[in-house]
């Protein structure tokens, strides 16, 4: 098992030569994420792969997206969706243009989540979906709107249960193992790299979502994202976070009210 | 200056499948009021987002039962349970923390890292428990609870539902004890004193 020593001379290393800051990371998960590096990438010591990121900056990319947790899925808590669509899409059409934030967007399976939301309330068309994520490799797959073939068939179970009427399957084309999603979705996204931890709010939004991405932060960092977030909300807008995630104990909670059925979206009340 | 008397709280942890539920019932019933110990409890579980597992639990103990919810303070004389979907980490001895990354041994939560993290942080004061499941999951870490000093207690693979986890962590000689079901909770009863 790593050394607590042993992390803070790899936090270190990437923050002094690239200026990724990982210190106010939680430690736990962080600790795994760097044993699991060192496993995949066969480091027969933990000197070995410091060496490798301190002389190796091609390498430098592959570390943060490993580091970084890029899990997700289309519609993933369906429930949480069903609420978007019934609850917040109304509230966002009353509104001439609709800017949304998806942050820590990963590989961009919730923000074509989002856009099909959108499709069908018929307000794309006046919609921009901001996409960022501290990764520069992942967001590229968003521009393309390819996902793999395997994934569909939860994709649909989940778009089902979030109250999707239509067969899912209109919205891509297969090819092999691969689905390409409707270019109109792709059109409506502006994909750039944004890292919460040191970049600042560039725009206003009704809407940001930022789900499973605070539980890899401490307490501290939590708290400045979230301040960074409240900047960066139009009052009455809304923010989402993952289910597991809340804004009872923050410093910004004051300034917000939990939607009625218990799904982690807050409105923005002062 | 008087040197305090309170002695360092213990972790009982225990995994199991969806199936070992009712094991866990039973030996929540017959705990003491005030047992002095956090509880973690880790069941491999459909991705169903309601709290029936937390309500079930509740019905069954006077003690306050959690489902985690990221950075939750950790506080004996409670029940947590791992959240679906998330794994479940020990952050620092007063707080716990969420990881949705990949499945382990198609799992998430997974017994294994629930394990290794609470045999990191608390060490000898672990105690550790694998119950019935299908899979291989649990069985080392079990054995890093045992290699950190903590005890560590299988469900007789013969009385369990589904035998093959206990008995993974039997091969492994992750297990210090063998316990028939029915002497579950009065073992455990003896190791938290």
């Known amino acids: 098992m790593l050394k607590e020593e042993e992390l803070d001379q790899l936090v270190n290393a990437l923050s002094e030569k690239y200026g990724y800051d990982f210190s106010h990371y939680a430690r736990a998960s962080l600790k795994r994420r760097v044993s699991r590096l060192m496993l995949m990438d066969r480091f027969p010591s933990f000197a070995e792969l410091l060496y490798k990121v301190k002389n190796d900056a091609a ?5 943060v997206q490993e580091l970084t947790v890029n899990v997700t899925e289309m519609f993933r808590d369906p429930a949480l969706f069903k609420t978007l669509r019934e609850q917040v899409l109304p509230v966002l059409a009353t509104h001439p243009l609709i800017r949304i934030w998806h942050a820590g967007c990963s590989t961009g399976e919730e ?6 939301l959108l499709e069908e309330a018929n307000l794309l068309h006046r919609s921009r979906l901001y996409a960022t994520d501290l990764n520069p490799s992942v967001i590229e797959n968003i521009k393309k709107g390819i996902f793999p073939m395997s994934q569909m068939k939860n994709y649909s179970e989940n778009y089902l249960l979030s109250g999707g009427k239509k ?10 193992d691969w689905a390409k999603f409707n270019e109109k979705f792709t059109s409506s996204m502006i994909v ?15 809407l940001i979502l930022c789900r499973n991405v605070l539980i890899y932060f401490d307490k501290t960092l939590q708290d400045r994202v979230l301040t960074l977030f409240d900047e960066s909300l139009e009052k009455l807008g809304f923010l989402v976070l993952g289910s597991k995630e809340n804004l009872r104990f923050s410093a910004i909670g004051s300034n917000y009210t939990q939607l009625e059925n218990k799904e982690k979206i807050w409105r923005k009340v002062r | 200056m008087a040197k305090s008397t309170l002695k360092p709280f213990k972790v009982v942890v225990i995994g199991g499948s969806a199936g070992s539920l009712e094991v866990v019932l039973t030996i929540l019933e017959k705990l003491p009021a005030h047992p002095g110990v956090v509880f973690i409890l880790v069941f491999h579980r459909k991705n169903d987002k309601d709290s029936l597992l937390e309500n079930l639990l509740s019905h069954r103990t006077r003690l306050p039962v959690r489902e985690v919810e990221d950075k939750e303070p950790i506080l004996p004389n409670h029940i947590y349970i791992a959240p679906p979907d998330y794994h479940l980490l020990i952050e620092d001895e007063a707080s716990f923390s969420l990881d949705s990354s990949e499945k382990i041994h198609f799992s998430r939560p997974s017994i294994d890292v629930t394990f290794e993290s609470v045999a990191e942080t608390f060490r000898d004061r672990v105690i550790g428990l694998l119950l019935s499941g299908a899979n291989s999951d649990g069985a080392k870490g079990l054995l890093r609870i045992r290699e950190l000093g903590g005890y560590t207690l299988v469900q007789n693979p013969e009385q369990a539902e589904l035998g093959y986890m206990p008995q993974q962590a039997i091969n492994l000689q992750a297990a210090m004890q063998m316990v028939d079901t029915e002497a579950l909770s009065g073992v455990l009863a003896g190791l938290m004193l």
């Open chain 1, 59 to 63: 390498y430098l990319t592959h570390v």
């Open chain 1, 111 to 116: 923000v074509y989540s989002m856009a099909i």
């Open chain 1, 167 to 176: 067969d899912f399957s209109t919205y891509y084309t297969a090819k092999y």
């Open chain 1, 192 to 206: 750039a790299t944004h890292n919460l931890v040191s970049d600042r709010s560039f725009n206003e939004f009704q």
